[in-house]
């Protein structure tokens, strides 16, 4: 276990090494973005060889998180390809001037580093040991995975078709998934985290591993996700409205005594 974690320690500080370099070269720090989802599908298919045991919960463990990183990569390079720097990384490039590359290489890239590896951590300890077979813990696993990935999946389409439609802009979506909770993409991928860590709990230190959705949970919904974001919306007052009577993170049915709101 602990060689396979230090074999992983490294493979993660090579891929962001490699994405580092890249975008100093291009000037644009946020192409890490495109990298986040793909790394987590490194440190799968790297443990499930390395280890060399392909049990069920090994191979169950590294579809799942093949099939979430591929589609979250797909969605965020389709959607930052060829556009400019985003504004986050854009902002810091201009506080940290002559320092923005060693800055970016620790607080950028090494920093995204440490974060999957403490995220994708269950993924580690799942593959560091052969699996005796599925029990009622893995499949209620997988159960909570489907469900957060059917919300970020479906949340991000959804934001994708609002923001396509030209007549749409400036406005605010409020239908579907985002109806229920201002982030359905955000709820849905600390959910399957959650899974995650619940197909690891039948290995040995599985418990260990509520540091992953411990994590990625304190991140979306305190730090690096819903604050970030909702600090730029609510300068709308359409939003602002919309969050008055919508869910934050949580899906739940929206306050009826708001009614709706007319689009201008």
């Given at each position: 276990m602990t060689e396979l974690l230090?074999?992983?320690?490294?493979?993660?500080?090579?891929?962001?090494l490699a994405f580092f370099i890249v975008a100093t070269i291009i000037k644009n720090n946020s192409i890490v973005d495109m990298?986040?989802?793909?790394?987590?599908?490194?440190?799968?298919?790297?443990?499930?060889?390395?280890?060399?045991?392909?049990?069920?919960?090994?191979?169950?463990?590294?579809?799942?998180v093949a099939i979430w990183g591929v589609r979250l990569t797909y969605h965020i390079v389709r959607r930052n390809w060829g556009k400019p720097e985003d504004f986050r990384y854009a902002k810091w490039r201009g506080q940290w001037g002559n320092l923005v590359v060693p800055r970016a290489f620790f607080q950028v890239f090494m920093l995204q580093g440490v974060m999957m590896l403490v995220i994708g951590y269950p993924i580690v300890l799942i593959n560091a040991y052969p699996a005796a077979g599925l029990n009622f813990l893995d499949f209620f696993g997988l159960l909570v995975?489907?469900?957060g990935f059917f919300f970020e999946s479906l949340g991000d389409k959804q934001l994708a078709e609002f923001l396509s439609n030209p007549t749409n802009k400036?406005?605010?979506i409020q239908s579907g998934l985002w109806k229920y909770t201002r982030h359905p993409n955000y709820f849905g991928e600390a959910t399957m985290w959650w899974g995650i860590?619940?197909?690891?709990?039948?290995?040995?230190?599985?418990?260990?591993?509520?540091?992953?959705?411990l994590t990625i949970t304190t991140l979306l919904l305190f730090i690096s996700g819903v604050p970030l974001l909702e600090k730029q919306m609510m300068k709308?007052?359409?939003y602002r409205e919309y969050a008055a009577r919508?869910?934050?993170?949580?899906?739940?049915?929206?306050?009826k005594k708001y009614g709706s709101i007319k689009m201008k």
């Open positions: 230090m074999q992983t320690v490294l493979i993660v500080f090579l891929y962001f990298g986040w989802g793909a790394g987590f599908v490194v440190i799968a298919l790297a443990t499930l060889f390395l280890e060399g045991s392909f049990a069920a919960r090994n191979l169950l463990v590294t579809l799942l995975w489907v469900v400036g406005k605010v860590f619940l197909l690891a709990l039948s290995v040995p230190l599985g418990w260990t591993g509520i540091i992953s959705p709308n007052p359409e919508t869910s934050k993170f949580v899906p739940w049915p929206p306050k």
